[in-house]
């Protein structure tokens, strides 16, 4: 998968919610996209796994009010993190 991470991010959601990509919006809540609780858990397994990176726990999905670009921020600063961390680490 190549691409920005909000458009790779963007395409495992609407995997998950089995729409086009296209109707995957930044403001697009999970809600809206038809995720309920359960695909969203597995939702950001998929993405956790996709990266190779690791959500606090306490970053459970609201599925509410958690849009696409909130998880798309929440992998950036994931990535970010990993990256910090691992200078020096091959």
Do not use: Y
Request: charged share 25%; hydrophobic share 40%.
């Amino acid at each position: 998968m190549t691409g920005t991470t909000q458009q790779q991010v963007f395409e495992i959601i609407a995997k998950q919610a089995k729409v086009d990509v296209a109707n995957v919006k930044p403001e697009s809540t999970l809600k809206d996209l038809g995720i309920a609780s359960l695909e969203a858990i597995e939702l950001i397994f998929d993405i956790e796994e996709h990266f190779d990176i690791h959500f606090p726990e306490q970053q459970g999905a609201n599925f509410d009010s958690d849009t696409a670009q909130s998880l798309v921020d929440a992998v950036q600063h994931a990535l970010d993190e990993k990256a910090a961390a691992g200078e020096g680490h091959a």
